[in-house]
């Protein structure tokens, strides 16, 4: 039985085996080939067995500075992220998760708001990618719309309603909201949360808790950072848990490093089923 257990990454998993997810900085992978749904948000990544395939992967197309045995730990510095703006939930709320953060020495924060406001990423992204995924679409949804799922075809069709200007106004406030992010974090190398806040759905429940499966992602995804879910299983479930790791933009072998540090971790108290 498979089950969808990320957002951004796409991480898919099932009980008797471990997916290792990666979304790399917006724009380090080239997407020439991709048939893209949102070029503002669009990111080439890897689903791979272990991190140590997804480093050297990386390295065979080029990227020489990120070695396959990511084991130089290094000096990073570690936050957890504490809560979860778009449901308005914890951060890391599973004892496991909880204990790889006191490891790491990764004390608590809030995510960054601009004003008194928390931002509002649902809205961005919904507001680009309606827009964009629209007329990436429009001739396949005026000529085959039958070939569309129902839900997929009325999320599409929502990009008519958005006029340009509202479109414009959006993606002004992603750098800002980047900015923002950069300036509260600079003295930090990885952020840790969750991947998703809710028990993974069944696939035979289209849009199951849809907008709590994207939130702990969707926010890296519109700012364009590196992330990395990591999967372990708790004695006596079922469904296996991940934990998020969150890397500055170009810092992607930061992000594998940290993802190698954990992984390690996890094997030290895991269930056999994990590692």
Request: proline share 7%; with cysteine.
């Amino acid at each position: 039985m498979w089950y969808r257990i990320g957002c951004t990454m796409l991480v898919w998993c099932c009980t008797s085996r471990r997916v290792f997810g990666f979304k790399p900085t917006y724009g380090l992978l080239d997407t020439t080939g991709i048939f893209l749904l949102s070029p503002s948000f669009d990111t080439a990544g890897f689903l791979a067995k272990s991190i140590r395939d997804i480093a050297m992967t990386m390295q065979a197309i080029g990227f020489e500075n990120i070695s396959p045995d990511p084991d130089e730990f290094g000096s990073l510095r570690f936050l957890t992220l504490a809560d979860n703006p778009i449901t308005g939930g914890a951060g890391l709320v599973d004892a496991t998760r909880q204990w790889i953060a006191e490891q790491l020495d990764a004390p608590e924060i809030a995510h960054p708001k601009l004003g008194t406001r928390p931002v509002d990423f649902i809205k961005l992204y919904n507001v680009v990618r309606a827009s964009e995924a629209l007329l990436i679409h429009e001739h396949f949804v005026a000529s085959e719309s039958e070939n569309y799922q129902p839900s997929t075809l009325a999320r599409l069709k929502k990009g008519a309603h958005i006029s340009d200007s509202y479109v414009v106004q959006a993606l002004s406030k992603i750098p800002v909201t980047n900015e923002q992010y950069a300036n509260v974090f600079a003295e930090t190398d990885i952020l840790l949360s969750s991947t998703v806040p809710i028990e993974a759905p069944r696939l035979d429940e289209p849009g199951a808790g849809a907008e709590a499966l994207m939130s702990q992602c969707i926010i890296w995804n519109i700012l364009g950072w590196p992330a990395l879910s990591i999967p372990y299983w708790v004695s006596d479930e079922l469904l296996p848990k991940s934990i998020q790791v969150i890397g500055k933009p170009g810092k992607d072998a930061d992000v594998l490093r940290a993802g190698k540090r954990i992984q390690q971790l996890l094997a030290t108290q895991a269930s056999p089923l994990s590692f």
